[in-house]
C-alpha cells in the first residue's frame, strides 16, 4: 500500500531556509502527484505545491511561489520541498500528501481533498 513519511522540520531564524523530505512508496503505476500542505495555528489546512510524478509538472501557491521550490532527490521514491527566506508567517506543520490517481487538472492539483494518502505532519518554527 501507499506510504508517506515527511522529515526535516525544525526551529529556523526569519529569512533563513529548511528542506523538507517526503519518502513515497507503494504506487502501484507511475500515476500520482505528491503535495506539500502546511496548517498554520488557527487556519486551514493550505496546499502549497505539488509535483506531478507522471509529467513532472510542479505547482505553487501564490503565498510560496518564487521561496520555495519542489522536485524530485536523488532517491527517486524521494520528493523535497526546499523552503528560502522564510518568515514567521510560514510556521506551520507542514505535511506530505499523494494522490492517487493525480488530479484530473491543473486547477484541482493543490486541493487537500484530491489527496488520499497523508504522513503525520513535521513542525516549521520561523521565530528569532
Known amino acids: 500500500q501507499v506510504q508517506v513519511v515527511e522529515s526535516g522540520g525544525g526551529l529556523v531564524q526569519p529569512g533563513g531556509s529548511l528542506r523538507l523530505s517526503c519518502a513515497a512508496s507503494?504506487?502501484?503505476?507511475?500515476?500520482?502527484?505528491i503535495g506539500w500542505f502546511r496548517q498554520a495555528p488557527g487556519k486551514e489546512r493550505e496546499g502549497i505545491s505539488c509535483?506531478?510524478?507522471?509529467?513532472?509538472?510542479?505547482y505553487y501557491s501564490d503565498s510560496v511561489k518564487g521561496r520555495f521550490t519542489i522536485g524530485r532527490d536523488n532517491a527517486e521514491n524521494t520528493v523535497y520541498l526546499q523552503m528560502n527566506r522564510l518568515s514567521p508567517e510560514d510556521t506551520a506543520v507542514y505535511y506530505c500528501?499523494?494522490?492517487?490517481?493525480?488530479?484530473?487538472?491543473?486547477?484541482?492539483?493543490?486541493?487537500?481533498?484530491?489527496?488520499?494518502?497523508w504522513g503525520q505532519g513535521t513542525q516549521v518554527t520561523v521565530s528569532s
Open positions: 509535483l506531478n510524478s507522471n509529467d513532472g509538472r510542479t
Open positions: 500528501a499523494a494522490s492517487y490517481p493525480p488530479p484530473m487538472t491543473d486547477a484541482t492539483m493543490l486541493r487537500e481533498d484530491e489527496y488520499d494518502y
Open positions: 507503494g504506487f502501484p503505476l507511475p500515476y500520482y502527484a
